[in-house]
Each structure stands twice: as C-alpha cells, then as structure tokens.
T-cell receptor
C-alpha cells in the first residue's frame, strides 16, 4: 500500500512569488492535514480537510490556503512568499477525524530567497 | 510555555542501554501520537494511544498513556544505533483531529 506522497520534494522560490504544494493521501484515507516545521517554531498546524471541506485552521495568515479534491488529494498554496515561509511542509493522512492514526509524507522543503 | 512539553530535549546513550522520553500536556489528551523523524525528513508513525492506562509496544519501543490522560512516556529497551533520531509526541487536546507537537527529543545512540 503506497504511503503519503508529497510533491515536489524541494522548491526554491523568490520573495513575492506564490507556490502550490501537493499531497496524495494513503488510499482510502479521507482526511488530510498540513503542518509547517521550522527550527524556531517546531511543527505547527496549518489546516485540515475532510471530504473536501476545511474542518480546522491554524493561526497562519490568509496567504496560506488549501483545498481538497474529490479523490482526497490536497493542495496548499502560499501567495506572496516571504523569507520566513522557508520551512519543511508536511502533510498527514488519516482515515477520518478526529482521533485516528495519522501518517505523514516525506515533506516538501521550501526555500524562499 | 508549550502546551506539550517533552523531556529531555536531547539524550545520548550507549548502545544496549534503556531510555525513556516523556511527554506532558496541560490539557486532557484525546489522542497521543509518537513519531520518529530523521532530520529534514518526514515523520514515521510509531504509535497512537487513546485510552487512559493504555500501553502499546512495537519491537523494542513501548509507549504508555497515564490514567489521567495528561502524560505519556516512550521507553526504548536495549537501544541500537538505528533508534537514533528525533522523537516527537503529538496530541489532540480537543478531539478535533488537529495535532499539537512537542519540541522533540533528539536521541543519539553510541555504538
């Protein structure tokens, strides 16, 4: 059974640009959550989607957005990139909320220059 | 202060020794997750605990959730170099599916 797949693995973007990251959950899983990991702040929750609906949102500015498609694949978008957006972005897949086993992908390393 | 506190922050042990990592919450834990991470990579799922008093084991790793569901411990028996990495506890404190994480424990195992 394939795991959680995140693409791309690495990205370098310039300040002011926008970026879209993709996450394909484990087959059968309908919930996808996104997290940002930085050395200073650790792992922080961005948002969670279930059945194409955003169920929870973390404390991030509106530049961070996401969506989920009918096949449960999810994308997150960051607009007007800032240097501080450089981070490892991780998505987690679970069967259904709230408390079920959550499996993470390898992450997308975003560097903003 | 952090909602989820892990201790110790780092640990160096000799191969073959046992060790314990603790995770303490200021709120009731609806679900407690343990993950392992190699630097810069994704999180590897180890275990999830839900019920007070629950204990789970996988190979040489055992995790427990205390009766009051506010603290968990991860115990590694007879550590090996392959156990080295960053151990993270994550918790659902609102029964929402949103996880908060501790700051992580970096484990080094010396051969």
């Amino acid at each position: 059974k394939a795991g959680v797949t995140q693409t791309p693995r690495y990205l370098i973007k310039t300040r002011g640009q926008q970026v879209t990251l993709s996450c394909s959950p484990i087959s059968g899983h309908r919930s996808v959550s996104w997290y940002q990991q930085t050395p200073g702040q650790g792992l922080q929750f961005l948002f969670e989607y279930f059945s194409e609906t955003q169920r929870n949102k973390g404390n991030f500015p509106g530049r961070f957005s996401g969506r989920q498609f009918s096949n449960s694949r999810s994308e997150m978008n960051v607009s007007t990139l800032e240097l501080g957006d450089s981070a490892l972005y991780l998505c987690a897949s679970s069967w259904a909320p709230p408390v079920t086993e959550a499996f993470f992908g390898q992450g997308t390393r975003l560097t903003v220059v | 202060s952090q909602e989820l506190e892990q201790s110790p922050q780092s640990l160096i042990v000799q191969e073959g020794k046992n060790l314990t990592i603790n995770c303490t919450s200021s709120k009731t834990l609806y679900g407690l997750y343990w993950y392992k991470q190699k630097y810069g990579e994704g999180l590897i799922f180890l275990m999830m605990l839900q019920k007070g008093g629950e204990e789970k084991s996988h190979e040489k790793i055992t995790a427990k959730l205390d009766e009051k569901k506010q603290q968990s411990s991860l115990h590694i028996t007879a550590s090996q170099p392959s156990h080295a990495g960053i151990y993270l506890c994550g918790a659902d404190t609102g029964n929402t599916g949103k996880l908060i994480f501790g700051q992580g424990t970096t484990l080094q195992v010396k051969p």
